[in-house]
């Protein structure tokens, strides 16, 4: 009865390979589009949106522009941001997200996220997978698994994270 449930019907052991594979390799779309360390935050289950994290590089060659994001484990996905108007802190919804050639788009708490809006299933517990298709201006779409989590990957402190930038 206290086994953790996970997302999608995977079985424990499958989870956990998930898991390994997202903190160790950056998926890649062909053209050269990289995702790191992408996580979301878990919530507890009164609450059914919750919001995802992770870095997203585009190649050297070539500016990369998000165009949509969808979950089949939420109702909707949106491109936000937080932000700090006049003391009130407010969430922006953009529709695109661009990342420069060669830039790094870092997404992560107090600024830009996947907002991941009503929850379709059960409640989502640490270690479940969420699953995110990235749409992408050039046509590509690429698929991540992203693990629930209490607190995101290991950052300097003041959250720039430019030490994990520099070791891949
Ligand atoms: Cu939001």
Avoid: K
Wanted: proline share 6%.
């Amino acid at each position: 009865m206290s086994m953790p449930r996970i997302g999608n019907g995977h079985r424990p052991w499958l989870a956990l390979t998930l898991l390994v594979s997202v903190f160790f390799a950056p998926l890649a779309t062909a053209d050269g589009v990289e995702v790191h360390d992408p996580w979301v935050r878990w919530v507890p289950e009164v609450s059914d949106r919750t919001a995802a994290y992770m870095r997203i590089q585009a190649p050297a060659e070539e500016r990369q522009i998000l165009i949509g994001v969808d979950s089949p484990q939420f109702d909707r996905a949106e491109i936000h941001e937080s932000v700090d108007e006049d003391g009130q802190a407010r969430m922006v919804h953009w529709s695109t997200l661009r990342i420069g050639a060669g830039d790094e788009r870092v997404l992560e708490p107090g600024g830009y996220h996947i907002m991941l809006i009503g929850r379709l299933g059960d409640a989502l517990e640490e270690g479940d997978i969420v699953e995110l298709q990235m749409r992408f201006q050039s046509g590509e779409i690429l698929t991540i698994d992203m693990p629930v989590r209490r607190d995101g990957p290991e950052r300097d402190d003041d959250g720039h994270d430019h030490h994990h930038h520099d070791h891949h």
